[in-house]
């Protein structure tokens, strides 16, 4: 933030999958909505593995998704969320007037999987969650149950999720069947918010 070393306030934190590509955008957008005041100060973290494919280390088909039995490299999630909450969280919070109650996690495509994961799994550990264009195309039953430990009757996170018109058609229905059958959930985890958005793209 503009005022980071002004002030001695914690900010809210938005951390961002595939950095590589998210953060630039992001970052760029969120500076020029600063001008207006239209968005509040906040700490971008983006998350990368500095390469765009599996032989150079983008290891995001593996981390960021739950089982899938068409594919065996698929089902990471889990260590990945580990390596959140016990190493990453902790790293930036220690470093940076990072406010832990105002973790915000945002995911593209096979990175909106990921953010659903973790909405399903420890809805606590991020204020809020938003996925845009979740991939489940290829695993959608385990996203249409709860995986955390215990129920949860109360929301404790918030949900924003984003399916484009003119996603691709697989996509695009496996999003609506996640949203219908959470939107008709009597209990859920999170303040839900569904968006389709008008001629956009995948």
């Known amino acids: 933030p503009e005022d980071y070393r002004e002030s001695e306030q914690k900010y809210p934190t938005v951390y961002l999958l595939d950095g ?9 957008h969120h500076h020029y909505l600063r ?28 981390d960021y998704t739950a089982p899938a039995e ?23 919070e220690s470093t940076y007037r990072s406010d832990p109650s105002r ?4 995911g593209h495509s096979i990175g909106g999987q990921f953010v659903l994961f973790n909405a399903l799994t420890k809805p606590e550990l991020f204020f809020g969650h938003i996925a845009s264009n979740p991939a489940l195309h290829s695993n959608l039953p385990f996203f249409l149950e ?9 929301p ?11 996603d691709q058609p697989d996509i695009r229905r ?12 009597r209990s859920k985890p999170w303040v839900l918010e569904v968006r389709t958005l008008a001629g956009q793209t995948h």
């Open 70 to 92: 068409k594919f065996s490299f698929w089902g990471g999630a889990a260590v990945f969320q580990a390596v959140l909450q016990e190493e990453l969280l902790p790293l930036i």
């Open 156 to 166: 404790v996170s918030r949900l924003f999720v984003a399916s484009s018109e003119v």
């Open 20 to 28: 590589g590509n998210t953060f630039p955008l992001m970052a760029a």
């Open 174 to 185: 496996s999003t609506l069947e996640w949203a219908g059958h959470w939107q008709a959930a």
């Open 35 to 62: 001008f207006g005041n239209e968005s509040p100060a906040a700490i971008l973290v983006g998350i990368s593995y500095g390469a765009d494919t599996f032989k150079e280390g983008n290891w995001r088909l593996t």
């Open 146 to 154: 709860w995986h955390g430990e215990e129920e949860i009757a109360a």
């Open 103 to 106: 973790r915000v996690l945002f």
